[in-house]
């Protein structure tokens, strides 16, 4: 017997939860699992948090669904191997009486013949602005068994119902308790243990009305456990003069407002939450009385983050610290419920997003932030060329992690527009200095200004000497991923004219990015018309962004191998993408475990727990200390190194390819919409045995990873096996759901 393991109203309302355990609706915009997060209980059509000991008392509004026909998402759970869904049927009631007796009074769907659990769309009665509603669903499985009906679950609509509105959650705050604690000569001196974002609560007790305490709050200590009350770049540093009353009192200290980054386009904080500062360390001085580490409280404000959800651990000790990094990293920089560049701007960035997305939905089965923020830069773009092409790629993932394709469709249009198409001429490629800027091109984009290639920053230190012409071989690449990807969402909304003219195009593109910019002397890529110069980026792009025939991959990698880290921590996503994709394991875990300054072990020896906008401060000396664009390693570590990717919307397929290179032993579990991928390898001289769970309703492609030479036998679950050589691996295809383990033997 299975059953309804999750559930998810998304809208994108979405509502999760186990269907055995009390859980409720959410607010994402997407499909986004609650089961770790705050639990909601309904009181009158709101929601009250609830409040564990580590959580700050603060009631809030229960997630609002706008939609007029919401998505509604499920997980399914069997322990049998090999099962999927044949047909679902949900239920929506506005009482909890009908749903209870199996009637759903607003829509029952009636057995629907699919194998689709995500994004399914309401066609009931339409639905009432600011009421209840209550939902399950059932479902009918490849063993000719039917689930019994998931526990019901609510909803809230919004007081305006829309054809397209994201839900998302609010932020959540978190009590926390200094780590370490202690008293120099008259300075208490606080360590919370790791950089976030917050406020300072304190409980003090004064005799009279006439003292007065000194509050230090920073992000880094000097060599002697001091505050660093100058610290370099945008590290933050504040202090605060706090006149005490008589007696005991709480006190929350109100924090200054920085001029930039509270600017009209900043991303700002809820008002009911109040401004927060980055602060790892605080000093109290001069406070007359025993202070004790309860006294003092950090207010910890982030996005909903289930901590347990991802796991990665392996045999370097050093990898393990920089997952642990860049998980960390994504829970601290929620704080805005917008992903934005860090602390210095608060301004949300398409590049920046595209990382953050990617590393996020590697440790958390959270959706909404990632769509909230794509939205958002749909109509408040930023100047790069590259940034406006990537919000095609963001619009992809939002609907390859999800499987729902509402919010690509509802902005379909404007994704046609970013892709930049207008700038294209008689080249066969699109440049800014063509005369095609046009206004009218620029207003489509939502764009009051022009556009300017980057290729990566800052341009002094990063971008390996990049020569910039008129037609620019980074920006192309860009330009052909958006064509490939608009022919793909295309061919999924059954627009067939639009599928053919973007498969054109990018084929047309291909070749004429080939014949521009292919050196066929060298055999790599130069980065622009009329210069010779090759950086790591012009080829690290191409390769990473599909425009590299696997003929002449040898020779572009062999380049990209010769130039090291030439890039900054943006760029870095890509270049460890090109480097996996070519399949140099090897060389991709040496870039993630360098201990140079210019890898994210680095970010760790110098103190920061949050990734760092720039390799060092001397790279960047104006940078901040809590960017999430540093964070690219935990998606690579995901992705690639272990090669949990999906491959086709919603996780119905996906591959496990493993690049573990010298590891000894690696594990992980993957949150999806479909449930957990979990996969443990090992390998020692002889054989290489890799454990793997899939979720049910999904099929995966292994690929196990093979020798140069020598003789082998593959294995599943104790039965030999032959699979296809796909380059220096063996593929075994559509492997069902369920407990598997694989194993090749060298003879």
């Known amino acids: 017997m299975h059953k309804i393991l999750s559930l998810t109203v998304a809208c994108f309302f979405s509502a ?25 209980q309904s009181i009158n059509g709101y929601a009250t948090q609830s409040s564990p000991a580590n959580l700050a008392d603060r009631t809030i509004r229960s997630v609002l669904i706008g939609n007029r026909n919401p998505g509604f998402s499920w997980e399914m759970n069997s322990n049998s191997n090999n099962v999927f869904q044949t047909a679902y049927q949900i ?17 029952d769907s009636g ?6 659990s995500s994004g399914a769309r309401y066609k009931g009665t339409a639905l009432k602005p600011s009421t209840a509603y209550y939902w399950k669903v059932r479902e009918w499985d490849n063993k000719s068994q039917v689930s019994p009906y998931s526990k019901p679950q609510t909803f809230y609509t919004d007081t305006v119902l829309a054809d397209h509105k994201s839900a998302y959650y609010p932020q959540q705050v978190t009590e926390e308790k200094p780590v370490k604690f202690g008293k120099v000569a008259d300075v208490y001196r606080v360590d919370f243990g790791k950089d976030a974002f917050g406020q300072l609560k304190l409980r003090l007790y004064s005799d009279k009305e006439t003292d007065t305490i000194r509050l230090r709050i920073c992000e ?14 945008t590290i ?17 200290i109100k924090l200054k407002k920085n001029e930039i980054n509270t600017r009209p386009l900043a991303i700002k904080m809820p008002e009911d939450i109040g401004e927060v500062t980055p602060f790892r360390y605080a000093e109290v001085e001069g406070y007359n009385h025993p202070l004790k580490a309860d006294d003092i409280t950090r207010l910890f404000v982030h996005y909903p983050f289930n901590d347990d959800v991802a796991k990665f651990h392996c045999s370097d000790s050093t990898l393990n610290a920089i997952w642990e990094l860049c998980k960390y990293s994504m829970k601290a920089t929620s704080y805005l419920g917008t992903y934005v560049d860090g602390d210095r701007e608060r301004l949300a960035y398409e590049a920046d997003a595209y990382i953050n997305q990617l590393s996020h939905y590697a440790v958390d089965k959270e959706f909404s932030i990632a769509r909230k923020t794509y939205e958002h830069l749909i109509n408040t773009p930023t100047w790069p060329t590259e940034w406006i092409l990537q919000s095609v790629l963001i619009g992809w993932n939002d609907y390859l992690y999800t499987g729902d394709i509402s919010s690509a469709k509802y902005f379909y249009q404007d994704l046609k527009a970013k892709s930049l198409t207008a700038l294209e001429d008689s080249t066969g490629l699109i440049s800014t200095k063509n005369g095609k800027m046009t206004k009218e091109l620029l207003k489509s984009v939502h764009h009051d200004g022009d556009l300017r290639d980057i290729v990566d920053w800052p341009h ?32 999924d909304m059954g627009n067939a004219s639009d599928e053919a003219y973007y498969l054109k195009k990018a084929t047309s593109v291909k070749k004429a990015y080939q014949k521009m910019f292919f050196n066929g002397k060298t055999g790599i890529y130069v980065d622009g018309d009329g210069t010779d110069h090759s950086s790591l980026h012009t080829n690290m792009f191409a390769m990473a962004l599909g425009l590299v025939d696997q003929k002449y991959q ?16 943006y760029g870095a996503q890509f270049l460890l993408d090109a480097v996996y994709d070519a399949g140099d394991a090897d060389y991709g875990l040496s870039l993630l475990t360098s201990k140079s300054d210019r890898g994210w072990y680095n970010m760790i020896k110098v103190g920061s727990s949050i990734t760092l906008e720039a390799w060092d401060n001397k790279y960047k000396p104006n940078q901040d200390w809590n960017h999430a664009w540093g964070a690219a390693a935990g998606n690579i570590i995901s992705r690639k190194l272990m090669g949990i990717e999906p491959l086709t919307p919603g996780w119905d397929t996906f591959s496990i390819k493993p690049q573990t290179g010298s590891l000894d032993n690696a594990s992980i579990d993957v949150p999806t919409i479909k449930g957990t991928i979990k996969v443990a390898c090992q390998r020692d001289g002889v054989s290489f045995v890799m454990n793997v769970n899939i979720p049910a309703n999904t099929t995966a492609q292994v690929y196990l990873p093979l020798k140069k030479t020598g003789k082998y036998q593959v294995w599943m679950d104790d039965k030999k096996v032959k699979g296809k050589v796909v380059g220096q691996t063996i593929l075994l295809d559509k492997v069902g759901s369920g407990e598997h383990c694989f194993t090749i033997t060298y003879l």
């Open 16 to 40: 999760s939860a186990l269907a055995q355990t009390n859980s409720l609706s959410t607010p994402s915009g997407l499909m986004t699992d609650l089961m770790a997060q705050p639990n909601y």
């Open 91 to 107: 239920l929506v009631a506005d009482n909890l009486k009908d749903l209870t007796t199996d009637k759903g009074n607003v829509w």
């Open 111 to 116: 057995k629907i013949s699919s194998a689709s």
């Open 220 to 233: 880094i200590v000097d060599a002697n456990g001091n505050i660093d009350r100058r610290p370099p770049g």
């Open 236 to 252: 933050r540093y504040a202090q605060y003069l706090l006149p005490l009353n008589k007696g005991w009192h709480h006190y929350k």
């Open 460 to 491: 002094g230190s990063e971008t390996d000497g990049f020569v910039f012409t008129k037609y620019n071989s980074v920006v192309n690449a860009f330009y052909y991923r958006a064509l490939v990807l608009m022919n793909r969402f295309a061919k």
């Open 554 to 569: 040898p020779k572009v990698l062999e380049f990209i191998k010769s130039r090291g880290m030439k890039a900054s921590v």
